[in-house]
């Protein structure tokens, strides 16, 4: 892949910003329904093919050559023109580990002491969680500027020692650097602030250096919040290095480009997972803070993406404040979900239908019903997609009662790859499976094949309540059968009814009988029991409601699952199964989810 074009090239034309028509969902809009909409998945939707692989793997070796060291030289600078806020709270006790000489990410713990910052013994995502600096947001949690200066200082001196000449991966990817500007630049007074004056150009000549290399590397990151934060890094040092306004119009050319590619229309992300979002968000809120410390109006551009792209992330909220398990994100906690959007500014109603994003909320009294309408992510966009094509999740008040079991993005701490690979598939979803496959094939190398190309979803409110029928093909090709899926939530919220179908189409026809499932995840405080009769579940919560799940067409079992909070921390919970064969003429699921209690 070749590098885009650096400084010293033509600047690109600014491109058309295909935003700027969306109207934010304000507190006093309507928030209309589309009662009709299909949703197509790209027919050219695959990973990258092996010459592009191949392609980009010479590329990155090319960072090590003479040549783009070379282009790494440039103006030594002397200052920062200012020190941007960052708005989002860190992890004290992340911050209080690194303070007692240890690392700390999502329960797991690495010594400082004894880390080796050229060959780290870490999963990738810790990995990326050191080398993008975001521990610093961290360390600053957990005390003042005087208490963890010295930490942040030594701990970048061996960074720096092991990768300020060594331009590779994970250290130089990207996405990671453009993460370490904003980080470098936001806590600089803990970083530039001893007496050290090496030190302290040292630390300015990484921060150019890093800039210019993403001047040249920002366009190659994975289209979505990867190639945003590269490009955001460009933008943040073109307003924080003397001298920076020609990187500065040149960044944000890229940035507004990244954009289109890393947003629907409706505000939503092109991974489609709720923790990618979160750092979209995070990542123009922080940018927007450098344009402040210059006192330089954040461009309207800016806060038009933030204006849709924040109802979109709150329309995937529950009654708890938290985040719903779509696409590899864990349940995100209501703390983290907040901090986001205070630091965006931003005050909207939840989006309820996100068209292009496709998740659909529904809302009556306490009850909040989460549906995924749409096709999986592309398959370029994302190492965690998963299959979860007409999958709920409902919640009564702050009970999560139906969920997914979430967190295949959040590998490589307390979750094992090969845990991590079957939380994408479709079994770990509250929906249909038949013949137990996935709707949407993943592949061995870890990317989503064929399944699930079209969704259609018929939408409208009707006398007593909101009603959703929504379908998906990805059984007609392999199996013949159409699985479409009606819900229906009571205006009171003490009632969801559902019917699950599997319904003959295409050329394939099935003469024999082919086992179906429907599973619903519970939330972990939620303590399921049979009744007498063998035909439905009592669910008790923790807060002491109860509810039933009845079904009528399928056998019904309770058995073991398991739910990943936003740490990536797994915990076990039950799962209702609705199972049964499907004759060649298809057949229907009835089931009856209401409040007795």
Known sequence: MPPARGLDGQEPAPPRMGMRDIEPVSEEAPDTIETGKRLIRLSDDRGASLTDRIAARFYRLTWRTPLHALRLKGRFPLKLLGVPEDPIPGDPAAGKALRAGHFLFRGLKQPTARL???????????????????????????????????????????????????????????????????????????????????????????????????????????????????????VAAGLALPGGEPRRAFGEAGLRNALLTCFYADGGTISRAPAMQADAIAILSMLSRVYALRRIETPAWINETLAVAVPALTGLMHGDGGLGSWQGSGATSPEK???????????????????????????????????????????????????????????????????????????????????????????????????????????????????VTEVEVERREIEGGSRIEVSHDGYVKRHGFLHRRLLILASSGHELRGEDMLLPKGRKRRTDGLPFAIRFHLGPDVEPSMTADGQAVLLRLSGGALWQLRCAGASVRIDDSLWVDGEGRPTPAYQIELSGTVPAGGASVGWLLRMIG
């Open 116 to 234: 080796d910052f050229g060959n780290m013994p870490v999963p990738p995502a810790f990995a990326d969680y050191i080398h993008s600096f975001a521990w610093l947001r961290d360390l600053a949690a957990a005390g003042t500027r005087q208490d963890v200066a010295p930490i942040a200082e030594a701990l970048q001196r061996r960074w720096l020692d092991a990768h300020d000449e060594l331009i590779s991966e994970p250290a130089w990817r990207p996405d990671n650097a453009g993460w370490r500007i904003l980080f470098w630049l936001a806590y600089a007074p803990a970083l530039l602030g001893s007496d050290d004056i090496v030190h302290r150009s040292r630390t300015l000549n990484a921060v150019a250096r890093t800039a210019r290399h993403l001047d040249r590397t920002a366009d190659s990151a994975r289209a979505g919040v990867p190639q945003l934060v590269a490009w955001a890094g460009v």
């Open 337 to 451: 979900v907040q901090a986001v959007i205070a630091a965006s500014g931003v005050r909207s109603r939840p989006l309820r239908q996100a068209r292009d994003w496709g998740y659909q909320r529904l809302t009556a009294g306490r009850a909040l019903l989460q549906v995924d309408a749409a096709p999986p992510p592309i398959a370029r966009a994302t190492d965690a997609g998963c299959a979860s094509t007409l999958a709920i999740e409902f919640s009564d008040g702050p009970h999560r009662i139906i969920v997914n079991c979430g967190g295949a993005a959040l590998a490589g701490a307390l979750i094992p790859g090969e845990l991590a690979r079957g939380l994408r598939t479709t079994a770990a979803h509250s929906t249909l499976t038949l013949d137990d496959q996935n709707s949407t094939a993943i592949l061995p190398d870890g990317t989503l094949g064929k399944g």
